[in-house]
């Protein structure tokens, strides 16, 4: 329940974002919620709307790429944030784009980067960019910027305004930079699973895609055989991972280390 309140505080943000500092300057967020700008700007269908349409096709494909969970959390930041744009009047907070950019970059970065860390996403290129950085060591925020780069030049050439295309820029870079601080996807961590339950914690970890070592252990004042499983996760996939060990083994004991790098295949393999 935590997670889902959670996942509407960042929809609250990011329409704050949205209709307070962006949309009355006629900037761009990007990606997704950039063409749902982009589109209401030219057309009178609203933001809310085209917003809520765009992301139907991107849902359907974190379900399968992504997993259940991952892809209820967004669809409730979805249709969380497809209720709160129609909700939150529309209103110039700031009479200077460029403040209006840097601030709603930030409220943006907010909102959608808590959606990522209690597990979900704000949909959008979102769900694109955790499927690039579940497969590839990107960070989520870069690959969006990256992305939201395609959009920006639509608006640069169809609006005629590459003030205010730059201007859009300049947001999409800060809520990238803010997603990346609060979501740290793409920092890796070793966890080290000391457990009495071996086969049903394997189970459930064998699901993931990442690889599992199986190391033989002995306890050194009990001298009871244990078996330690090591595996190399990121950030944004531990909160999941938890969830799963707590499940299979309540008892097990966890050592979860900081990662510089790693070398070799980071996608599931045996080990």
């Known amino acids: 329940m935590g997670h889902v309140i959670t996942t509407v505080i960042g929809a609250l943000l990011i329409a704050a974002g949205f209709n307070l500092f962006l949309i009355p300057h006629q900037l761009l967020s990007g990606g997704v919620s950039g063409l749902s700008m982009l589109t209401a700007y030219f057309t009178p269908v609203s933001v809310s709307v085209m917003y809520f349409v765009y992301n139907v096709p991107l849902l359907i494909a974190g379900w399968f790429l992504l997993g259940r969970r991952f892809s209820l959390l967004s669809i409730i930041s979805v249709a969380a944030t497809t209720i709160m744009i129609a909700l939150v009047p529309e209103s110039m907070v700031a009479s200077d784009p460029i403040i209006s950019s840097v601030f709603g970059g930030v409220l943006v970065g907010v909102g959608a980067g808590i959606s990522f860390r209690v597990g979900g996403s704000s949909g959008g290129f979102d769900i694109l960019g955790s499927i690039v950085t579940r497969y590839r060591d990107f960070p989520v925020g870069t690959v969006t910027v990256a992305l939201n780069g395609l959009v920006i030049f639509v608006m640069g050439y169809l609006q005629g305004d590459w003030n205010l295309a730059l201007l859009s820029m300049v947001s999409i870079y800060i809520t990238g930079k803010v997603m990346d601080g609060i979501h740290v996807g793409h920092v890796k961590v070793t966890l080290f699973i000391i457990t009495d339950d071996t086969d049903a914690l394997l ?34 996939e531990l909160a999941e991972l938890k969830r799963i060990i707590k499940e299979a083994d309540p008892r097990a004991f966890v050592n979860i280390v900081e990662t510089v790098g790693v070398m070799g295949s980071f996608r599931k393999r045996s080990l």
Do not use: C, N, P, W
């Open 203 to 236: 189970a459930r970890l064998l699901q993931i895609e990442r690889g599992i070592t199986r190391i033989s252990a002995e306890g050194a004042f009990s001298h009871s055989k244990k078996d330690v499983l090591m595996t190399v996760t990121t950030m944004y």
